[in-house]
């Protein structure tokens, strides 16, 4: 102690610097929210995660995928009709569905049908492999990854090489002043009375999404938000029409979160979503729906489900992939006029 003391009064600054350092990062932990003041990708995943940890509410319907599938509307239900929930999230690759849906299990009741509306485009076999061997497919899906699941829950997601891999990311992370640097990096240039009221730019923008997400039962469509230069869509949806013409299809995701279903005595509905005009019949998405349907027929928990109008006009996209304002307005109409009523058969049918 007495050394310690010596050492201290030789080097007043190093050890005052760590002391508050250590302050600072304790102090983070008692700030209620801080998600909320984090970039907006960042606090949406915090916001689904949330609501999968906690057990305020329970839903009949629960709907996985990924962006495109983000513009489904969800359904609050009552007495005669199932809710309905859109659990999906943008770029986290084609892996995470089965650990999610686990997830929410822990601190759930059952839900009554599960929806696959992932596109197959999340199967893409080169999206599939190991993160350790690809870090350009870890840094795509790493900022969804990382805020969705605890470092234990990834323990049994990972192994070998490719855990080691993910443990340095979430070493870091496990560090709020480190987790939450976008938020320090905002308040950096905010004005004083803006701090004095704890709502910045980022915090308003955040607040308007949950709000939004907890309107329409976890829905926002993603073109409302994406600013796409005119001829934007036609440009793109050519340039996939290429790109679709090959391309190899690993369909062990989908299969693992079958039969993680099929475990837990759980129906699913293999649900396919409209794309742009001439992207469905490219070799791709054909084995894409080829896949789709063949699982329907191994499994007696599967049912494949598509929407009458498959092909829909470049226009109802902002740049091919996400749907625009009108095409999200089409899309919703189909879905809660046909698509939701088809599956509340379903869960009838299991009865």
């Not at 609501?51 to 489904?72: A, K, M, P, Q, Y």
């Not at 599939?128 to 805020?147: A, C, S, V």
Request: overall charge negative.
């Amino acid at each position: 102690m007495h050394s310690f003391i010596s050492y201290f009064k030789k080097s007043p600054a190093f050890y005052l610097a760590i002391t508050l350092v250590v302050v600072f990062e304790v102090s983070l932990h008692f700030i209620p929210k801080l998600y909320y003041y984090d970039g907006t990708g960042s606090f949406f995943v915090y916001l689904k995660r949330e609501l999968v940890e906690t057990s305020n509410e329970d839903f009949d319907i629960l709907l996985l995928g990924d962006s495109r599938s983000l513009s489904l509307m969800g359904v609050k239900g009552d007495e005669n009709h199932p809710s309905l929930y859109n659990l999906s999230l943008p770029a986290a690759g084609p892996w995470y569905y089965k650990y999610l849906l686990k997830k929410y299990l822990k601190v759930h009741k059952k839900p009554k049908l599960i929806v696959w509306s992932a596109d197959s485009y999340v199967l893409k076999k080169e999206k599939t492999g190991k993160f350790n061997l690809n870090p350009e497919i870890w840094n795509e899906f790493k900022h969804r990854l990382l805020n969705l699941f605890s470092y234990s829950e990834t323990l049994e997601q990972y192994e070998g090489r490719e855990l080691f891999f993910i443990s340095k990311e979430y070493l870091a992370l496990s560090l709020y002043s480190v987790r939450y640097r976008q938020v320090f990096e905002s308040f950096i240039g905010a004005r004083l009375n803006t701090l004095m009221s704890g709502e910045s730019a980022m915090y308003i923008r955040n607040k308007t999404v949950a709000n939004l997400v907890q309107k329409t039962n976890g829905q926002i469509n993603l073109g409302d938000f994406f600013f796409a230069p005119e001829g934007t869509s036609e440009t793109e949806t050519k340039r996939y029409l290429e790109l679709y013409k090959e391309g190899e299809i690993n369909p062990e995701p989908l299969e693992q979160f079958i039969e993680f279903c099929k475990e837990n005595e759980l129906h699913v509905v293999e649900l396919n979503l409209p794309k742009a005009e001439g992207i469905n019949s490219t070799p791709y998405y054909t084995k894409g729906k080829q896949i789709m349907t063949e699982m329907s027929k191994k499994y007696d928990n599967v049912t494949y489900v598509e929407f009458d109008t498959m092909d829909y006009p470049v226009s109802y996209f902002g740049e091919s992939i996400h749907y625009s304002t009108s095409g999200a307005e089409v899309l919703n109409k189909e879905f809660l006029e046909k698509i939701y009523p088809r599956l509340v058969e379903e869960i009838n049918a299991k009865k």
